[in-house]
């Protein structure tokens, strides 16, 4: 077949949109040509279901090395002894601990969908809330922090065999010794989902929930800069603690579970060629550059919540800890959706979110999460992030003059011209 130059084409178009505009969705990031071309390597025609060592597939020698570095490197970057490297996603790296841990109908208690959680830890429309028993903690309503002792209320009234901590948009850090301590008191698993500030917990930015959380789980695309995909931590190794058995009637260790649950349980084939990209940013991540980017990650968000704030914008808990911030647009009578519009038209892109206590709906929402991981690979400083600010700014409060918007726009390109990308 001749070059597919429709898909092609707009891969191209794809490329355009990233270089020119501004992309402050919190949980994007670009990828090292590196990464990106392992990506795109021969790796995507084999198959190598099984681990390395105990594949049920012939030709798998290379494709076991590859991916016993990739399990090398995730444990040495985040210091866990044990790690599986092959879940397709975050979305599918939680639903393998649930598999591994619970059983249908099991209670499990998770972070407020609609105060920042994620739909995987509970949500009616998710699997985890269909199949498991949710009940959720939230942050308190004056100071967008979440409430512990809400928590352990919640933990100690219901008795959840599994408390999820973890969020999509929750700008502040998290108390994993004291949830540690709520679910010692009922016999529950604690499992800490750091898909959004992984590469900042990995970096030391931010606390670790290794030592006190039974299991973690991540996206690898988020802060880490990988390529799309998922990976499963124990910081320990220990035997399950309720006595689930294979159908083998054998009682065996988390590590043996979950990697049970990935496969067979909820995946076929392993995607070795996003395991070979998760092993080279993972060690991209262990490097001084790295380390530099990540500093400079923090240190943006910081100066793009005090601009925002500045400007009379509302940020939820009023600041951040990590790379992201969740602003709340009612009193600048404009909505999420709205909101998300108009700056894409200015050619900065932001997601609409819900605002804990959000009056309106998921459609609709009171406000947008933005965050800085993507434009710090850019090479953005501090000087852009005020920059950025009073763009966005200017088109909120010029929501319905397209010239306007045009000329941010142009303005929008000319700054990120200053910051090429792949080209
Ligand atoms: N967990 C959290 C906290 C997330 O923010 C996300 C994605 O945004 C996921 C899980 C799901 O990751 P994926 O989109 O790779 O399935």
Same mark, same amino acid.
């Given at each position: ?30 990828? @090292? =040509? ?33 991916? #016993?570095? !990739? ?15 092959? &879940? ?23 972070? %407020? ?16 809330? =269909?199949?498991?028993? &949710? ?23 219901? *008795? ?17 010794? +004291? ?15 750091? @898909? ?12 670790? &929930? ?8 991540? #996206? ?21 603690? +309720?006595?689930?058995? #294979? ?40 490097? %001084? ?9 923090? #240190? ?13 914008? $509302? ?16 009193? =600048?009578?404009? $909505?999420? =959706? ?22 309106? @709906?998921?459609?609709?929402? @009171? ?27 200017? !088109? ?26 792949? *080209?």
């Amino acid at each position: 077949m001749k070059r597919d130059t429709l898909i092609f084409d707009l891969i191209e178009e794809e490329l355009d949109r990233q270089e020119e505009g501004l992309e402050l969705i919190a949980s994007e990031n670009f990828v @090292s =040509k590196q990464v990106m071309e392992a990506a795109g390597s021969v790796l995507t025609n084999k198959y190598a279901e099984g681990l390395p060592g105990k594949r049920y597939y012939g030709g798998c020698e290379i494709v076991d090395e590859i991916e #016993t570095i !990739a399990i090398e490197r995730a444990k040495q970057l985040f210091n866990a002894e044990w790690a599986n490297v092959q &879940p397709h996603s975050g979305a599918q790296a939680n639903a393998a601990v649930f598999l591994a841990v619970l059983k249908p109908g099991d209670k499990i208690l998770g972070f %407020d969908l609609s105060h920042g959680g994620h739909l995987t830890h509970g949500s009616s429309v998710n699997s985890s809330g =269909k199949l498991y028993d &949710p009940y959720f903690y939230g942050v308190n309503k004056d100071t967008g922090l979440i409430e512990y002792e809400e928590l352990e209320k919640v933990a100690l009234r219901e *008795k959840p065999k599994l408390i999820i901590c973890g969020a999509s948009a929750y700008s502040r850090d998290w108390d994993y010794e +004291f949830i540690r301590k709520v679910a010692d008191k009922i016999g529950a698993l604690v499992l800490a989902d750091i @898909s959004h500030p992984a590469g900042m917990i990995a970096r030391g930015l931010l606390k670790d &929930p290794l030592p006190h959380c039974h299991i973690v789980t991540t #996206t690898t695309h988020k802060t880490l800069r990988g390529p799309r995909g998922g990976l499963i931590l124990l910081g320990k190794d220990f035997e399950n603690p +309720f006595g689930i058995k #294979t159908p083998k009637g054998e009682i065996r260790m988390m590590s043996s579970l979950l990697d049970m649950a990935v496969f067979p349980g909820i995946q076929g084939g392993p995607l070795e060629h996003t395991i070979a990209a998760k092993a080279i940013a993972f060690a991209e991540a262990l490097s %001084d550059e790295y380390m530099e980017y990540i500093l400079q990650v923090k #240190t943006n968000a910081q100066a793009m919540a005090k601009a925002f704030t500045d400007k009379g914008y $509302n940020i939820i808990s009023g600041g951040t800890d990590n790379h992201l911030m969740l602003i709340d647009l009612r009193n =600048k009578n404009i $909505n999420g =959706k709205v909101a998300e519009r108009v700056l894409g038209e200015a050619g900065i892109t932001v997601n609409k979110n819900m605002v804990p206590f959000d009056d309106k @709906s998921p459609f609709t929402t @009171s406000g947008i999460r933005v965050g800085t991981a993507a434009v710090t690979t850019r090479g953005l400083k501090e000087k852009e992030m005020q920059t950025i600010v009073n763009l966005i700014d200017q !088109a909120l409060m010029n929501p319905e003059n397209e010239e306007k918007l045009a000329e941010i726009h142009d303005e929008v390109n000319d700054l990120m011209e200053r910051f090429p990308l792949y *080209k």
